[in-house]
């Protein structure tokens, strides 16, 4: 379901765009599985959220779905990775990798493919 329902041309996106979105996506999916799993304190929600978000779980959630990824979503990946960003870690750039994918599916309308890779995501946590 997309919650604001406009057509996106995705060729025209940068990466660091598409990780923008993808940034959002992946911390509200992430909000969603916490929220599902049990009823918790906010503070604990909150601490749990950016133990998931945070570059270093990214980058570690990338390496999980890498060899599920298509060669197109693969070349997504790539381009997020190698965008100018004012961080210069390895894992800051997998974990911007992995938003610019997110972005791309969401926008792309790939809600069922969002929902399997974050699935196995979270089955390696």
């Known amino acids: ?3 604001f329902p406009k057509d996106v ?7 660091i765009t598409l990780a923008f979105v993808g940034d959002g996506v992946y911390e509200l999916m ?3 599985y916490l929220a599902s799993e049990a009823n918790r304190p906010p503070n604990a929600l909150h601490r ?5 978000v945070r570059a270093e779980a990214q ?3 990338l390496d999980c779905i890498a060899p599920l990824l298509s060669e197109k979503e693969l070349a997504v990946y790539k381009r997020g990775r190698n965008a100018h960003t004012t961080r210069n870690s390895e894992e800051y750039h997998k974990a911007t990798g992995l938003e610019a994918l997110f972005g791309y599916l969401y926008l792309d309308n790939q809600d069922k493919r969002l929902q399997e890779l974050f699935q196995k995501i ?4």
């Open 1 to 3: 379901m997309r919650l």
């Open 9 to 15: 041309e995705l060729r025209g996106l940068s990466p």
């Open 30 to 32: 992430t909000r969603e």
């Open 48 to 52: 749990m959220a950016v133990s998931m």
């Open 59 to 61: 980058a570690k959630a």
């Open 122 to 125: 979270i089955e390696n946590k």
